[in-house]
Structures are given as C-alpha cells and as structure tokens.
C-alpha cells in the first residue's frame, strides 16, 4: 500500500499522467457544464477542491492557465487539448485561461467540496484556419462557391480547415420574426464565410409566400430552402441555409 492510498487524491502529489487518468474517470459522472462566450468573457463557476476539474475549448487546445500563486496545486493539459488541474483554496479566485489559437477567457471561480468542474467552452468569435482561406479562394466564381459549401453542408461533409461555431445569429427583421418562428440548429465557419442552418415555422394563421428576400441582410450572400416549396402553410416548418460573409456590406 502506497503512502496515499488512504488519503484523498487532492493530497497526493500527482504528476501530469495521473492527474489527467483520474480526469478522465470522473468526467463520465459529472455533468458536463457548456458555455457560449466572445473573446475576454468572465464566467462564474463552481470548482472542486476534492476532484481534479477539467476545462476543453471546442476546436481548439488549451494553452495553459494563470492564477494566484499557491491557488493551482496540479494542473495538465491532455492530449485532446482540454485542461485538468486541481486545487485546495478555500476562497473565491480568478483564473484566466489561454488557448493556442489565441483565445482567452477568465474563470471566476468558487471553490467547494463537490464533484469536480466539467466545463465546455465555445468560443463565438472562432475563425476556420488558412485551409479554410484556401478553399474558399480557389473557387472559380460566386456561384461555384456557394453551391459547393452549401452543398458540403446539406451532407454534412465539412471543407478543410472550416469549424463548428456555435454563432448561429442572422440578423432578421421584426417583420419575419412576428410571421415566422425561428429555431438556430448549426453553423460552420470559415476564414470569411459563415453558413447557418435556421428551421423556420410559419406561426401564422394563413399560408405564407417562401420568399429568399425575408433572410437578406447585411453580410447575406446567398439563401437556400429545404424542402424546396412555393409556400409554407401554418405550422409547417422548413430549413433556411443562410451563407454570410463576415464584415460584408449587404450583397443585395
């Protein structure tokens, strides 16, 4: 018998691999917290000072963390990217968290004898790779492009160096919002493109004209309906595929 084995894990000196296998032991139990935040945010949360806490950026690594010295007693960073580490401050401190694409954030976090931290974290300013750049300049023309991506995304079939982001807004008007009910399902995004998938249901009492022009605003570049129909009778509900270029004048 080892020298800890009595004593609770935050006790014992870990080194990376263990702290990083007893994250994953204990992630399956605990509930998985998901936050969508911009680039700066500072976000409250409970921490563990009984378990290790994990911290994971979709499509991205962290980096590492930075706090208080003596507040971070072991801290990891696995080969997904996310972050383990674990503490024993009594009090309420600030962490701040860098991610290798450039991406940071702060945790104000509230220590606790609990189950440890599970945070998922998406970053609403994301931004595809060069590939991303790449494949949307070799393109021959604007038609050839927006066919192609939203044809990609229909089947699910995502081009080199793009990512899921979970910046779903289009801007619309008052008018389509009082017709129509509106629901973000999924976005990718590129270096300069972004496409959207919106279901939209026509909450109305009579059918209504399916008509591109409702979805255009500022940055629209193209606008796509599945099924395909002339008309949407009340309580029906079709998919917009809404292709946007960020930073654009409005294309119509």
Not at 54 to 60: A, E, G, R, S
Not at 62 to 91: C, E, M, P, S, Y
Not at 163 to 173: A, D, Q
Request: hydrophobic letters at 45%; one cysteine or more.
């Amino acid at each position: 018998m080892t020298a800890c084995a009595s004593t609770p894990l935050w006790r014992c000196p870990l080194n990376s691999k263990s702290l990083v296998i007893s994250a994953a032991l204990f992630a399956f139990a605990a509930q998985a917290q998901e936050v969508d935040i911009n680039p700066n945010a500072r976000v409250a949360v409970t921490v563990s000072t009984t378990d290790p806490n994990y911290i994971t950026v979709n499509d991205d690594r962290v980096k590492g963390i930075l706090a208080t010295r003596g507040v971070i007693t072991q801290q990891a960073v696995n080969d997904a990217g996310g972050l383990v580490f674990a503490t024993v401050h009594d009090k309420p401190f600030t962490l701040y968290v860098t991610t290798e694409s450039g991406f940071t954030f702060s945790l104000y976090a509230t220590p606790r004898r609990q189950a440890g931290l599970s945070l998922i974290v998406n970053n609403k300013a994301i931004r595809g790779t060069a590939q991303a750049g790449a494949w949307e300049a070799d393109k021959p023309g604007y038609s050839e492009l927006i066919s192609q991506l939203v044809s990609r995304f229909v089947n699910n079939d995502m081009p080199a160096g793009f990512v899921y982001t979970k910046n779903r807004e289009v801007p619309l008007s008052a008018s389509v919002l009082q017709a129509f009910r509106v629901r973000p399902v999924s976005a990718w995004q590129g270096d300069r493109l972004r496409i959207v998938r919106l279901d939209i249901t026509n909450r109305s009492a009579g059918r209504i004209e399916l008509n591109e022009r409702y979805l255009w605003s500022k940055g629209v570049m193209a606008v796509s309906f599945w099924p395909q129909l002339d008309v949407i009778s009340p309580g029906v509900t079709v998919s917009a595929i809404v292709v946007l270029k960020e930073g654009a004048a409005d294309e119509h």
